[in-house]
Nanobody, 127 residues
Framework: QVQLVESGGGSVQAGGSLRLSCAASGFTSRRYCMGWFRQAPGKEREGVARIKIDSNSIDYADSVKGRFTISQDNAKNTLYLQMNSLKPEDTAMYYC????????????????????WGQGTQVTVSS
């Protein structure tokens, strides 16, 4: 059973940085995709960044390109999201997710193809 535990959220001023961590366990292979998603009040959950564990292929949402960096530490079974130049519009609950690649869309930023989710960590950016 896949388990994901996020940490590292908090409150920062615009322009600041935070690093989120996601401790993962229960993977049965290295073919998994892992991703960071966020959901602001009244909005749909959106993909922020994703990584394929075995190939290290990475994709970002346009809104975070050049500011956020997703990475993995295989020895620690941990996924990271380094967030720089934070903006008030980045305020949201951030979730870590993992699943095997979808047979239709592969390793995706679409939230509905992931079955395994963490509990979330809140990020608040003030202006």
């Amino acid at each position: 059973q896949v388990q994901l535990v996020e940490s590292g959220g908090g409150s920062v001023q615009a322009g600041g940085s935070l690093r989120l961590s996601c401790a993962a366990s229960g993977f049965t292979s290295r073919r998994y995709c892992m991703g960071w998603f966020r959901q602001a009040p009244g909005k749909e959950r959106e993909g922020v960044a994703r990584i394929k564990i075995d190939s290290n292929s990475i994709d970002y949402a346009d809104s975070v390109k050049g500011r956020f960096t997703i990475s993995q530490d295989n020895a620690k079974n941990t996924l990271y999201l380094q967030m720089n130049s934070l903006k008030p519009e980045d305020t949201a609950m951030y979730y870590c997710a993992a699943d095997l690649p979808s047979p239709w869309v592969g390793c995706s930023l679409r939230a509905n193809v992931y079955k395994n989710w963490g509990q979330g960590t809140q990020v608040t950016v003030s202006s």
